[in-house]
T-cell receptor, first 109, second 114 residues
Framework: TQLLEQSPQFLSIQEGENLTVYCNSS?????LQWYRQEPGEGPVLLVT???GGEVKKLKRLTFQFGDARKDSSLHITAAQPGDTGLYLC?????????WGAGTKLIIKP | NAGVTQTPKFRVLKTGQSMTLLCAQD?????MYWYRQDPGMGLRLIHY???????AKGEVPDGYNVSRLKKQNFLLGLESAAPSQTSVYFC?????????????FGPGTRLTVT
């Protein structure tokens, strides 16, 4: 059974600080996605990483796929209150995605 | 484009009652999914469909049934609701293709079973 573990489960920091969220598995994934979910809404895709070692940037967000394609990280530089939300990683399975439990991020002004 | 819509947005049921949640998408996507989301447990797949007239069980299918009579609609039924089914339910869809794994989500249905 493929599993994805996210850490930390919860993170509350001040505006302007940097942070990193991790998504780890013992299984290899052919691709991995990161979604952000705001309260009262469904998740929205941020990025898909496909190649081992790949790094993608989305403004202040940097996503990295591990060399062995078993893990990924999301780094946010100079966090802002608008970054508040639940961040979910998801790995590609057969017909479906394998989801992590999520990291709840709160950025305090 | 409305994307993925879900009805109703909120519902309160008594134990043993039945209901149907409706999901509709206007993106002509082949694949559709029903998830439940509980605190600290992320998204758990209930049932999914890879095309009109086909359905398959996900991770937590017990107590739920689904139907996909039309490509754009995916219905989730609870025949006899239980308090353990109190959750937020999300529908999602994606287009066919080995590289098209982005899922588009509806806004969710918050269900409380008392």
């Amino acid at each position: 059974t493929q599993l994805l573990e996210q850490s930390p489960q919860f993170l509350s920091i001040q505006e302007g600080e940097n942070l990193t969220v991790y998504c780890n598995s013992s299984s290899v994934f052919s691709s991995l996605q990161w979604y952000r979910q705001e309260p009262g809404e469904g998740p929205v895709l941020l990025v898909t990483v496909v190649t081992g070692g790949e790094v993608k940037k989305l403004k202040r967000l940097t996503f990295q796929f591990g060399d062995a394609r078993k893990d990924s990280s999301l780094h946010i530089t100079a966090a802002q209150p608008g970054d508040t939300g639940l961040y979910l990683c998801a790995g590609k399975g057969n017909y479906q995605l394998i989801w992590g439990a999520g990291t709840k991020l709160i950025i305090k002004p | 484009n409305a994307g993925v819509t879900q009805t109703p947005k909120f519902r309160v049921l008594k134990t043993g009652q039945s209901m149907t949640l409706l999901c509709a998408q206007d993106m002509n996507h082949e694949y559709m999914y029903w998830y439940r989301q509980d605190p600290g447990m992320g998204l758990r797949l209930i049932h999914y469909s890879v095309g009109e007239g086909t359905t398959a069980k996900g991770e937590v299918p017990d107590g739920y049934n689904v139907s996909r009579l039309k490509k754009q609609n995916f219905l989730l039924g609870l025949e006899s609701a239980a308090p353990s089914q109190t959750s937020v339910y999300f529908c999602a869809s994606r287009k066919w293709g080995p590289s098209s794994y982005e899922q588009y989500f509806g806004p969710g249905t918050r269900l409380t079973v008392t």
